[in-house]
């Protein structure tokens, strides 16, 4: 007997390797019911994405670089089906993260700006804890951990030590091994490296670079570091107000404003502040309907 779809079944897409993510259109609001608790503004929709588009190629690393504020950690939640869009279009490997959020969930994984870990725990119960929640095998879990938070450059002493005991650099070296022991396809970083001290950066950028190297990760990042972004991204993208207003590999947006000078001496702040008017640094204000 011949297996019959029924005629309304929406098709199951199929993996799509060649595109890691693809977004069209996406755009977001906030409230007025649920502005930020913080907030002293009289409530107002907050318009923290506006119509963005853009799109990842496998095993690359793009970064969107944009001021506190300007919808960064709202598109990083959209994209791991953590929220949803007001109108638009996400694709993970071909799956739409609205409709097929549990084969996305599977595909990517995610370090919050702001990471959470039971405190009074070390760095490897923690790790041990979240592998057995995914059903991974306790001793492979535990042979990665160790791996993962070297080559991180977490002593072997602090991985032991309880969470609370360590600094917030350090906790986040757990957030991102953490999010790399299920092995994504698709990494999901929301400032990884923001508050870390220089060398705990560039431990946490180069375990990024080599993920990307040596496994074919495709990753896509946030920050508010330019040079960072230099060093690790292959395409970049400003963020200002929600919307994406310039998009390019490193040197072409440093052309665009290059004029007569060499296209190396151009200083990446100065790239930003060119094409957006403002700086990266500044704080941006809620964008509301009004506006
Ligand atoms: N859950 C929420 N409720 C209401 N407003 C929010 C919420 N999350 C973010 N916002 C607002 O959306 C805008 C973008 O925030 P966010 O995405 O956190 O920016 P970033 O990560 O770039 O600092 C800000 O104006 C912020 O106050
Ligand atoms: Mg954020």
């Keep these: 007997m011949s297996r019959s779809t029924p005629a309304l079944a929406r098709p199951e897409p199929s993996l799509d390797h060649a595109r890691p993510l693809v977004v069209r259109g996406l755009t977001k609001s906030f409230g007025p019911g649920t502005r930020a608790p913080w907030s002293t503004k009289p409530r107002r929709r907050v318009r923290a994405l506006r119509d963005v588009s853009f799109q990842v190629d496998a095993g690359s690393v793009y970064g969107l670089i944009g001021a506190n504020g300007s919808g960064k950690s709202t598109l990083i939640r959209t994209l791991s089906t953590l929220v949803l869009a007001d109108a638009g279009d996400v694709r993970v490997f071909g799956y739409d ?44 879990v535990r042979r990665r951990a160790v791996e993962i938070l070297d080559r991180l450059g977490l002593d072997r002493y602090r991985q032991r030590a309880m969470v609370k005991e ?71 993208a400003f963020l200002v107000g929600g919307r994406i207003v310039a ?16 296209v190396e001496s151009v200083d990446m702040e100065d790239v930003f502040m060119a094409l957006t008017g403002r700086s990266v640094e500044d704080d941006e204000e809620e964008t509301t309907d009004d506006e």
Excluded at 116 to 122: L, N, T, V
């Design 97 to 140: 993260v609205q409709l097929h959020s549990m084969q996305v969930r599977r595909l990517i994984n995610r370090v919050s700006a702001d990471p959470s870990f039971f405190r009074q725990m070390s760095a490897l119960e923690n790790l041990q804890f979240y592998g057995r929640i995914y059903g991974l095998p306790g001793r492979e």
């Design 166 to 236: 360590l600094s917030r650099g350090q906790q986040q070296k757990i957030a991102v091994a953490r999010a790399f022991l299920t092995s994504p396809v698709l990494m999901l970083l929301d400032e990884p490296t923001t508050g870390l001290d220089p060398r705990s950066k560039r431990d946490v950028q180069a375990f990024v670079r080599e993920v990307q190297r040596d496994h074919g990760a495709t990753i896509f990042l946030t920050t508010h570091d330019m040079d960072e972004a230099e060093v690790l991204c292959d395409r970049i």
């Design 247 to 262: 998009e390019g590999t490193p040197l072409e947006l440093r052309r665009q404003v290059a004029g007569g000078r060499p």
